[in-house]
């Protein structure tokens, strides 16, 4: 689908991509020659070609076959971040390209017990990311806030103890915080890990004035379960903020009533979901969730591992297959700015 003049120069807002998700497989290339990390392609075009395939999220839906799930291959294209400069090159590379395609402001998701499990030390990802925000706003005029992630498949103490290494780059109530990031989330698989593992790592991020969204994917196992959690259960009842993907609400009223009642957005990626769905199937879903009045807005999710398709790219996706208007696309950036957590100031500006 080739994007429009009109989807190319439209102001964009960008809350749903993962940083690492980012990460081009020219600038892997690099950093592996770089930093002397083995890579299991010999040769430049071999890597390029390990990224057209579509690696299934859920393992069992092909029973054990030996390939790599998508997080696997996801997790494996980390491995070769390791300095500062490293995540500081990652997060510049994604601004230059986000500036290009007309993105005001995005809100970037990050893993950092991805990289601290390797032996990376927290400082180097931290400051990487610090350094590139400041430089991303100055050099391309791309604003940020970051979001910290919980990595739902490892335990709730190694998720503590990250977030209480992170907390003074976090946009904290006490002052003191360094303002990388504002908020935290939770990703990675989903499989057997509700959002209430986690509810004491939500609370304490509450308590120094973060935001808080979790991702419930598609078509997981206990979808349904997951949402019904993120918007009625986290944190003492007052639910989850927005809910990142959470396309499952469909399947029920109650949860479509309890997002509009308490006004969570969902940060939608449909390229993500039509890698596995029919057009037929997957946009009229899109289109009765903004017929029903569900608050929603476009993003990318991790687009050098989903075909290279941009925000710009599942804009145009839907675009064309919801029907929407000129004007339904202009009002789904606004959701995006309206469900962002940039400061008051910064969201009359971004449009
Ligand atoms: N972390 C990064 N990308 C992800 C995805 N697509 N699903 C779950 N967790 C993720
Ligand atoms: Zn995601």
Known sequence: LEISPFIASLPKVEL????????????????????NIPIPYKTYPELLDSYKITYNHRREVNGDNGAPTFLETYFAGCQVLCTEDDFYELAMDYFRKASE???????????????????????AVLDGFLRAQRDGAKVYG???NWIFCFLRDESLESGLEAYRTARPWGRTNDGKGKGLFHAVGLASNEYDRPPLLFEEGFRLAKEDGLHVTMHCDVDQKDAVDHVHEAIFKVCA??????????????????????????????????HAYHRRQATETLFPKIRKLWDEGVKICINSDDPTYMHNVWIDGNMMKVYEYCRFSKGDMIRLVRNAVEMSWADNEVKKEIL
Not at 17 to 31: D, Q, V, Y
Not at 104 to 123: L, M, N, S, W
Request: charged share 25%; glycine share 8%; net charge positive.
């Open 16 to 35: 749903h991509i993962h940083i690492e998700g980012t990460l081009s497989p020219a600038l892997r290339w690099k950093l592996a020659h770089r930093n």
């Open 101 to 123: 395609m007309n993105v005001r402001y995005v809100e970037p998701f990050f893993d950092i017990q991805a990289h601290t499990k390797r032996g990376v030390a927290a400082e």
């Open 142 to 144: 791309v604003r940020s």
């Open 237 to 270: 009842g007052q639910g989850s903020e927005r809910i990142d993907h959470g396309l499952n609400a469909i399947d029920r009223p109650d949860l479509i009533e309890g997002l509009k009642e308490r006004n969570i957005g969902l940060t939608l990626c449909p």
